[in-house]
């Protein structure tokens, strides 16, 4: 098992520029999740799915857009890269919501420049 | 404002010696999570907390739930320099949906 795979590992964007941050698992989770990273400030859930078709926001969704079409996939979409979006995003997958005590499994992230 | 605070932020100690990082929270939480993260991997889950007053030991390292379920710590005992790493805490807050917070991190590193 591959488990929790992000791509691209870097990339550099300019302002203005729209990319697709890409995250796809193949442990069958139902759930997964965008975080970013930023330097001392822990991780921040950016957008959440509870299974295929269902997305919701998390604590700082503005700037991003997320789908869900099938269970493996769940990419994170920058319209308008500002360099506030500069940071670490990674993506993570558990079997049960995170109310049920059930581990995250996190990619290796993507480190995201903005100039 | 950050739901689930740590500290120290930093930690540099010598192999051998013994330490604690905290996690505190004016909020009760049905369970809490600790994380390690190493440079350039994402976090990977040591240990599940659910019960006020728990305790649970993984080798070297010994972790507790507080009583009223607001805080948690991570005592390692002999660090060694595979301890270096990123430490963090992570909670679903009770009443709440399912979307873990995480804390502020603990940078740890371990010399010899």
């Known amino acids: 098992n591959a488990g929790v795979t992000q791509t691209p590992k870097f990339r550099i964007l300019k302002i203005g520029q729209s990319m697709t941050l890409q995250c796809t698992q193949d442990?069958?989770?139902?759930?997964m999740y965008w975080y970013r990273q930023d330097p001392g400030m822990g991780l921040k859930l950016i957008y959440y799915?509870?299974?295929?078709?269902?997305?919701d926001k998390g604590e700082v969704p503005n700037g991003y857009n997320v789908s869900r079409s099938t269970t493996e996939d769940f990419p994170l979409r920058l319209e308008l890269a500002a360099p506030s979006q500069t940071s670490v995003y990674f993506c993570?997958?558990?079997?049960?919501?995170?109310?049920?005590?059930?581990?995250?499994?996190f990619g290796n992230g993507t480190r995201l420049t903005v100039t | 404002t950050q739901l689930l605070e740590q500290s120290p932020q930093f930690l540099s100690i010598q192999e051998g010696e013994n330490l604690t990082v905290y996690c505190n929270s004016s909020?009760?939480?049905?369970?809490l999570q600790w994380y390690r993260q190493e440079p350039g991997e994402g976090p990977v889950l040591l240990v599940t907390?659910?019960?006020?007053?728990e305790v649970k030991k993984l080798k070297r390292l010994t972790f507790q739930f507080g009583d009223a379920r607001k805080d948690s710590s991570l005592h390692i005992t002999a660090a060694q320099p595979g301890d270096t790493g990123l430490y963090l805490c992570?909670?679903?807050?009770?009443?709440?949906?399912?979307?873990?917070?995480f804390g502020t991190g603990t940078r740890l590193q371990v010399t010899l």
């Open positions: 993570a997958s558990n079997i049960q919501g995170a109310g049920n005590n059930s581990p995250l499994h």
């Open positions: 442990m069958n989770h139902n759930y």
């Open positions: 799915s509870v299974g295929a078709g269902i997305t």
């Open positions: 909020s009760v939480f049905s369970s």
């Open positions: 907390v659910v019960t006020g007053g």
């Open positions: 992570a909670g679903v807050p009770t009443g709440t949906a399912s979307k873990l917070t």
